[in-house]
């Protein structure tokens, strides 16, 4: 069978497996991968040996990276420090800004914390700021949603965003320098301003339906809703901590460019600016100075939480290092190099592709982490091999999977389950900023790629 009619054929097989039937992401990846090699007649010998290649080579970039990152993550969510995060910018930022520093929680939370997990943790602060502040759930979630997932589908070293620097060989530190700059320009526009607006806009529904303006507006937020909790992690550790790996593997990227080679503080800090050794440091160094917060509550010991958290990111290994089974035998197929040759001819350039490829199958499938690992699968190196930087490639998939947030996707419902929206409502406080947020986006990464020559760090 010829590679591109294989391939829709596996597509709509991996759709229905994972829409239509629930099956688990990781097993239907892998009935993909094996898919593919049969009706492409590919060796069944060269067919498994793509798929423990492809596993392995997912692991051995970045299967440490998911297992010390989640565990850092967990021990920021676990020990409470995010909602005084959350709270502390509410303080600095007030009534004023709420949206503002919803927003920015959640952009910053996300970097190290999972998607959903961020969400429900801090899900009731916006049903206390709703309670106190008159303003309207639907502009909150707006604001605290778009942050949460920008991050998350941008930012490394988040799981989708690394497994996509992994494959096309980026630089991880640049990866989010730049990651940050497109997701940061994004969020502020469609999660903070967009929230403010969609907040107006309701209140003045409101007030041609009879409600008073007074009724509508509270000038200062009670302190005690806001007020620092002695019994959790304060708002400027939280932030320290959270900046601390991010930072290590930043500098690593930037004196491995300013600095000679044998220079002391470069060979430092390529040994501690090192992707796993950064995170790892990052894990022990939390679970040490969050020790009183996450023992005895969450564990025996502080080693004991350790290993009950491990047990949690077992799923997300799977579904990555599946990813990479389906990408490899994608790749050893040649159905990126089709695929691109095909769009040539409708003149569709190489990076929109990606974009719009990453979007619409992350409104299928409902997982932006599925949408990046077989994007870059399809169309990754082969972009990279036309001369196209991988920092930008990458991005550009990322950006792609910010957007159209549908019923198919479980973090659409989390605002209906946590904060009690209706469906319409949850498609304007999430579908509609996320979708125009992954458009300033992807805007964002083509203005990049005009300068890519003379920006640092691209190739």
Partial sequence: MNILPAFLIVMVVLFVGLIALKISPGVMLFISAILMGILTKMPIGETLTLTKTG???????????????????????????MEELAKGFLRK????????????????????????????????????????????????????????????????????????????????????????????????????????????????????????????EVEVLPKEVIAADPTKPSAGLTIALIAFPILLIVFNSIFSLVLPEGNAVRRFFGFVGDNNVALFIAMIVTGIVLRKYLVPKHGDSLWKYIDIVSDRVGNILMVIGTGGSFAAVLQGSGVGDALVELMTGFNLPVLLLAFLLAMIIRAAVGSATVAMLTTVAIVGQAAVSLGYSPIIVGLAICAGTVGLTLPTDAAFWLPARYNDLTVKEAVYASTIPTTLASLMAFVVVLILNTFVHVLPGMF
């Fill in 55 to 81: 596993f392995g080579n997912m692991m051995s970039s970045i299967g440490l990276l998911i297992i010390f990152g989640g565990i850092f993550g967990s021990m920021l969510g676990d020990s409470g420090g």
């Fill in 93 to 216: 930022f007030g009534t004023k800004y709420d949206m503002l520093a919803l927003n920015l929680t959640g952009f910053i939370i996300s970097i190290p914390v999972y998607f959903g997990a961020a969400y429900i943790t801090l899900s009731p602060l916006v049903t206390s700021l709703e309670n106190v502040t008159k303003k309207n759930t639907s502009a909150y979630v707006a604001s605290l949603f778009t942050g949460l997932l920008l991050t998350h589908c941008i930012v490394a070293p988040t799981p989708g965003p690394l497994a996509v620097g992994g494959q096309l060989g980026a630089n991880i530190g640049w990866l989010i320098v730049y990651g940050v700059i497109v997701a940061l320009i994004a969020s502020l526009l469609f999660g903070w301003k967009y929230a403010d607006v969609m907040d107006h806009r309701i209140n003045k529904k409101k007030i041609k339906e009879g409600a008073s303006k007074s009724d509508l």
